[in-house]
């Protein structure tokens, strides 16, 4: 079977891989015309484990092809997936103006059946929406051409991308035609066949899972960060409390890690497009409602920490920071928590010295000659007033604190993921800042 893949950022590309993987042949269509020209020349432009071997292997296999014309593959595809961004609008809602384009685009140029798959998180209703985008334009035209819709919400974690598509929790799946269900059973057939689960189910009730399931996992960690904050008040220690919580079976011990609040380019704009999906029905997600709040005041939590260990006076600090994309395994700083910070302290006047092992490009598009961006994680600590560890990669994990010791000007060291030994650390003459103890 041919299908096509509309947008190849991180989930579309990552989703048409993995099917020519499994024996389709695919087309990654993308209107950024430079992203598809690197593509084709072997260039992934995005950081995601295992993945540049795949698209290699694919492409010389002759399975996997890249274009920047969907209306040209259009007839040659039987399943098209819209996997576009969809990024907040200004007040929170899911922007939906790309998958409504490519909608159009579809209606524009079918001349035969074609399922069409929403991919992007999107909120309910929208599948619908791209059903009667196509009806318009096929009325336009004045033909009448079969085809249906459905929703295949992505899971995929970034870092795990690839075996989270090969070896799922879950696949979801909403369809409203027993065509469009057959022909997802066959896409997903590998998967089934390996007793994965794949959960058929109606389209609004998989657009609601999606968005369900990112404001759950959201809220363990606004939950967890609120009870660390309190613990450093009444004197407990909030690793113990996870430990002590996540080995009831109820509760499960995974997203129960405090921190310095979640980024990323799903839970914040997924948790406020939900919010305000409830607004637009004239409901309020009171629980979102907090756990946005908490994220928010938390990824400030280091600096005020910061400003506090030094008594207000922060100006002309040197800062070292390691860590910059919104979790370890990616380059994606999308809504990251370092940015924040990074504000904060450049806003007060200290000097920044970063290091990331993958996000370094991705910053200096960002934020430019703001900073200096070191070598590695020893060049940034150097002449530091204080080290700041934002994002948990392994080789920050076991330092040679000898070395950082002698080399800034203040062994300080401000631990946003608690994954130092506060009496390791204070033998070695550090003071140590964590979250929650
Ligand atoms: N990144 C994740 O971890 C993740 C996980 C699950 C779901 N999602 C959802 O999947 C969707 C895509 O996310 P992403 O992270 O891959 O986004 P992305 O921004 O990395 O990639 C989107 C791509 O779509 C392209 N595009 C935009 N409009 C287009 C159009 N009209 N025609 C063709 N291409 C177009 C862009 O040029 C870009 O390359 C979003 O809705 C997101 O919420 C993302």
């Known amino acids: 079977m041919k299908i096509a893949i509309v947008g190849t950022g991180y989930v579309g590309l990552v989703t048409g891989t993995c099917f020519a993987e499994l024996g389709l042949d695919v087309t990654c269509i993308d209107i950024n015309e430079e992203r598809i020209d690197q593509l084709g020349k072997g260039i992934i432009p995005i950081y995601e484990n295992g993945l540049e071997e795949l698209v290699k292997r694919n492409v010389n296999a002759g399975r996997l092809h890249f274009s920047t014309s969907l209306a040209d593959s259009l007839n040659d595809v039987t399943v098209v997936f819209i996997a576009v961004g969809t990024p907040p609008d200004e007040d929170g809602s899911a ?6 384009q490519v909608a159009r685009t579809i209606g524009q140029h079918i001349d035969k059946y074609h399922l069409v798959v929403t991919k992007s998180t999107v909120p309910v209703g929208t599948s619908f929406k791209v059903r009667s985008t196509i009806e318009g334009e096929l009325n336009k035209r004045q033909i009448e051409v079969d085809f ?5 919400p992505e899971f995929l974690k970034e870092g795990n991308a690839i075996p989270d598509f090969m070896s799922p929790d879950r696949v979801v799946v909403g369809v409203e035609s027993e065509k469009a269900k057959a022909i997802m059973t066959r896409l997903y057939k590998p998967i089934l066949l390996n007793k994965f689960r794949v959960i058929f189910m109606d389209i609004p009730s998989a657009e609601m899972t999606k968005y369900a ?3 759950m996992l959201a809220t363990r960690i606004s939950f967890m960060n609120d009870v660390a904050n309190l613990c450093e008040i009444v004197g407990a220690n909030v690793n113990m409390v996870r430990e002590g919580i996540g080995s009831d079976m109820r509760i499960g011990r995974k997203f129960l890690y405090p921190g310095i609040g979640y980024g990323g380019s799903c839970f914040p704009k997924d948790i406020k497009a939900l919010i305000r999906t409830a607004e637009e029905n004239n409901y309020e997600m009171r629980v979102l409602k907090a756990v946005d709040d908490v994220n928010e005041d938390q990824k400030r939590i280091l600096f005020d920490k910061f400003k506090e260990h030094f008594k207000g006076a922060i100006e002309n600090k040197v800062v070292a920071i390691w860590g910059l994309s919104f979790k370890p395994e990616t380059d ?6 370092s940015l924040t910070l990074i504000d904060l302290l450049l806003e007060s006047n200290c000097k920044l010295r970063v290091f990331d092992p993958a996000a370094m490009e991705e910053c200096k598009r960002r934020i ?3 900073v200096y961006y070191a070598r590695d994680p020893y060049d940034a600590a150097l002449d530091a007033d204080a080290l700041f560890l934002l994002t948990e990669w392994k080789e920050f994990r076991l330092p040679s604190w000898g070395v950082l010791e002698k080399s800034m000007t203040n062994p300080v060291v401000f631990d946003g993921r608690n994954i130092y030994d506060k009496k390791e650390l204070t033998e070695l003459g550090f003071v140590y800042h964590c979250i929650g103890k």
Request: aromatic content about 0%; overall charge negative.
């Open 148 to 152: 249906d819709v459905a929703s295949n």
């Open 95 to 100: 922007d939906l103006r790309s998958v409504i």
């Open 332 to 337: 994606d700083m999308r809504e990251a928590p």
């Open 368 to 370: 430019g000659d703001k």
């Open 213 to 215: 399931a990112n404001s």
